[in-house]
């Protein structure tokens, strides 16, 4: 089975539900997975109107690397725009449309998005699934689900959390393969991608942003408390250490950096222009991950005074629908 790598980022995110009969979405609506955000309409050109007007997620957390600096710069605007935003959750990521609507069929309308990085998946009825299976092959749809299946919702929410994963898949591709080529290797190890995931379990992290290009990400549990998951290489942390020594900082910084103990958050400009002498309230306990090369990692639990605006939670936004 194909290893696809850790997402750019990864937040919840609102299923469209289009149908024309109202009884349908109303218990399509109830057997959605209780963490789906769902938005269920009967009329196509409502839907075409609701998507347009949804929030569009931010693909590039990134700004372009700065080579007359040893950091590598955070776009730190971009970032808080995403978490700061409270309509984010209400960006679409899935689309699931009946094909047998009176005023514009299934196929019609997933058409109609063929420039959206909307997932689109065709509900329709066993008389017409040949139709389903060309609108497949022609990439019309990602996916198609006949309505007389057994388990028929259990298929809903296991179709509607696999495109999801290939919506954010599709939205970090972009992102992934600008990073330096040990952050695409550190980011597909199935041994780094194990400690990120039981971490995000723990943690009970719900959204997650990369940070930097060492692989660095900024996360968020469900009450909006912030959290960092520093990643650094060994190459960066003997960089780092030459650099300490070149500025005659205290051997303890160097020592610190050069035996790889302690790591370095470099989150915004302030700390990017700290004294190389007053790092030491920049470096974290290091902790080694050893995958197919070797991680020095460190999760800083509450990193509430990085923010420097209130976070609309995904729990506030499930309040307020």
Sequence with gaps: MKQFPINSQMAPSTVLLI????????NA??????HSLTLALAEPSDA???????????TDPLSEHDESCHYSHLDIGKIHQTIYDPKRFDAISVALVDYAMPSMNGIKFCQRLSHSPIKKALVTGQADQNVAIDAFNKGIIDKFIVKDSPNFYALINETVKELQEGYF?????PVLTSLPKETQDTLKDPVFIGYFNENLSI???VEYYLLDESGSFFCLDAEGKPSILLVKQ??????YAQI?????????IVSSLRNKTHIPLFYDEKDNETPVDQWQGLLHTAQEIKGENTYYVSYLADVTAKLTQDVISYNQHLVNL
């Design 234 to 239: 060994a190459d960066e942390l003997t960089t």
């Design 29 to 34: 609506s109830l057997n959605m997975d209780p």
């Design 19 to 26: 149908d024309d009969n109202q009884r349908y979405l109303d």
């Design 48 to 58: 075409l109107k609701a998507i347009e007007s949804a929030p569009q997620i931010s």
């Design 169 to 173: 898949n599709a939205l970090s591709l």
């Design 244 to 252: 300490a020594q070149d500025n005659e900082a205290p051997d303890n």
């Design 203 to 205: 943690h009970g992290i």
